[in-house]
């Protein structure tokens, strides 16, 4: 709360400064100083608008995804090669020994190889699901039906020989392939030219998109259902939590100024102390959602969150620049007329965005004087 006050007390001050300014040239006595005073000063106008005004509080937050997996080498060998960039189905993770572990989206890991002596099972039906996805389809006879059969054999050795496998032979190993729910991103794998062990951890990599594969009636087509795993997390005091509710839409602006909206879908139930000794305060977790992924190539790191605490709709608003100081007390704008200008007694109410909400005879529209 002190943020934002801090923020509106600085905004009040420059606008009452110019107002303030105005307004002693319009107390002279003498109304040649005053018409003098006139014609120097630049017919700057604002008009009398309509708009919907709130203000803000800002928090901080980190941008980041909800979801990671572990990515392990499923042999023993060398890493002679890893991945760098984005990874969507078909691409290559790593490679042992100049073999290639292929991404391949579904929720069951692999616990067994794949060939047609293979018992019918949900693992044969995630491997036929990406196949077809791929494009692999032994020319349409690839039926998804969770039976490994010699369409299922040809087309695994279209993919084998595809990604160039030094082996197709139409058989499905676990070594050939990294399961995943959706696009991952690798983070700091291991160095190429290290010794790994079957199991051994390669990566940890962050599900950037969850990806769920659908399967037409017939069990001849794939489709695919797509979420954002990206999420803003925010660790607020306790006495703010009401601040903010489940469903409610917030700005968020990312390190590169990029702005996206948000929406609040989980807010914490228990407080967690950070930090230590007399340093230590009480957090509430606040989990945000972009409503849409930012397009930015930031997907992860610092994010100003802005909740906005108190509206307004349909306001009469003028620019705060407007605002004359009477020394009475109170305030006043310049309106401009056909005849001239005069002033016009207001109230204020709310402060937004270099604009304030006004009551008085005004209407949207009108004209006022702004001084330079």
């Given amino acids: 709360m002190s943020r934002r006050w ?41 008009t009398v608008e309509q708009r919907d005004l709130s203000t803000i509080t800002s928090y901080p937050g980190t941008l980041g995804f909800s979801n990671s997996i572990t990515v392990r080498s499923a042999i023993n060998g060398t890493l002679t090669a890893v991945a760098n960039a984005e990874l969507i189905r078909g691409d290559v993770v790593f490679e042992i020994d100049g073999e290639p572990t292929v991404l391949l989206y579904g929720e069951l890991p692999l616990w067994r190889n794949l060939d047609s002596d293979s018992d019918d099972g949900a693992d044969v039906l995630e491997m036929e699901t990406n196949l077809v996805a791929m494009g692999f389809t032994a020319e349409g006879a690839l039926l998804i039906d969770g039976h490994y059969d010699e369409a299922t054999a040809v087309a695994v050795e279209s993919w084998e020989t595809a990604m160039g496998f030094a082996d197709p032979d139409g058989s499905f190993e676990v070594a050939q392939v990294v399961i995943g729910p959706g696009q ?107 409503v849409v992924v930012p397009g930015t190539d930031l997907v992860q790191g610092p994010v100003t969150i802005e909740v906005p605490t108190e509206v307004v709709t349909g306001a009469t608003a003028v620019p705060v620049r407007a605002l004359l100081t009477l020394s009475e ?44």
């Fill in 6 to 46: 801090g923020t509106l007390v600085v905004g009040i001050l420059i606008g009452l400064g110019a107002g303030a300014a105005g307004w002693s040239a319009l107390n002279r006595d003498s109304s040649t100083e005053f018409a003098i005073a006139q014609a120097e000063r630049p017919a700057i106008t604002a």
């Fill in 184 to 290: 991952l991103r690798l983070e700091d794998p291991v160095s190429v030219g290290s010794s790994v062990q079957g199991g051994s951890q390669i990566s940890v990599a962050m599900v950037t998109e969850r990806v769920t594969d659908t399967v037409d009636d017939a069990g001849l087509a794939v489709g695919q259902n797509r979420s954002t795993t990206e999420e803003v997390t925010v660790e607020v005091d306790p006495t703010e939590q009401d601040q903010f509710v489940v469903g409610q839409t917030v700005n968020l602006v990312i390190a590169d100024g990029t702005n996206a909206e948000g929406t609040v879908v989980e807010i914490g139930d228990t407080a967690r102390r950070v930090g230590n000794g007399a340093n230590a305060t009480l957090v509430i977790d606040v989990v945000i959602e972009p």
């Fill in 329 to 372: 007390g109170g305030y006043a704008v310049e309106v401009v007329s056909a005849t001239g200008t005069h002033l016009v007694g207001i109230d204020v109410g709310l402060f937004s965005d270099g604009f304030v909400e006004v009551t008085g005879d005004l209407s949207p529209g009108d004209q006022v004087v702004v001084p330079s």
